[in-house]
Every structure is written in structure tokens, then in C-alpha cells.
Nanobody, 124 residues
Framework: QVQLVESGGGLVQAGGSLRLSCAAS????????MAWFRQAPGKEREFVAA???????TYYADSVKGRFTISRDNAKTVYLQMNSLKYEDTAVYYC??????????????????WGQGTQVTVSS
């Protein structure tokens, strides 16, 4: 199956930036739709951003619009550029993938493959 590994998390001050990466083991990932979700302590998992197979279609949660950008290369990696970070962005961020390629989705159950997560902590 597809193996996903997130990286790029860390501790940043409010207003700062981070770029998360999601690397995949499957060569077919370039044809998958991808997404980022996050989960803060004591909260349920929430959708962050999604991208279709060729990057032509993207979708963002209202809470991150204008601050975060999802992108992908033509191979196995998807990125989440996070700017103007806020304390409420603190969470474990998860990469997700699904072989259905054209239509983006903000629903976690639509994604069959998940990474282990990377911690993002935003402080004042």
C-alpha cells in the first residue's frame, strides 16, 4: 500500500512560517488526490487543504484560506506552505492520499492512506 511520511514540523512564533512535506513510497502517488488534516489536543481531526492529481484543483478550510498553500510536484511529494501562523494552528498535521484523482475532498473517510503526522507548535 501507499506509505506516507510527513516532515517539516516544528516550533515557530506567531506570524512565522513553516513548510510541511509529505513523501510517498508509491510511484503512483502522482495520480492520487492528496490532502492535509490536523488534530489539536482535545479536538477532533479537521480538514486543512486538498489538491487533485495534477494540482489544477485545490480547496482550503476557511480557517487557513489566504495563509496556507497546498502544492505538489509531478512525482511523490505534496507540500503545505503555512504562513502567518497563529496559536490555533498548533496541531499534529497529517498527510492523506486517495487513488481517486480528479475531485478534491474535505472528508477524511475519502482518504485511504495516512501518514504518522508531524507536530506544529505556534507560540507567541
Amino acid at each position: 500500500q501507499v506509505q506516507l511520511v510527513e516532515s517539516g514540523g516544528g516550533l515557530v512564533q506567531a506570524g512565522g512560517s513553516l513548510r510541511l512535506s509529505c513523501a510517498a513510497s508509491a510511484s503512483t502517488l502522482s495520480t492520487y488526490r492528496m490532502a492535509w488534516f490536523r488534530q489539536a489536543p482535545g479536538k477532533e481531526r479537521e480538514f486543512v487543504a486538498a489538491i487533485n492529481w495534477n494540482g489544477a484543483s485545490t480547496y482550503y478550510a476557511d480557517s487557513v484560506k489566504g495563509r496556507f498553500t497546498i502544492s505538489r510536484d509531478n512525482a511523490k511529494t505534496v507540500y503545505l506552505q503555512m504562513n502567518s501562523l497563529k496559536y490555533e494552528d498548533t496541531a499534529v498535521y497529517y498527510c492523506a492520499a486517495d487513488r481517486r484523482s480528479w475531485v478534491v475532498s474535505d472528508t477524511s473517510s475519502d482518504y485511504a492512506y495516512w501518514g504518522q503526522g508531524t507536530q506544529v507548535t505556534v507560540s507567541s
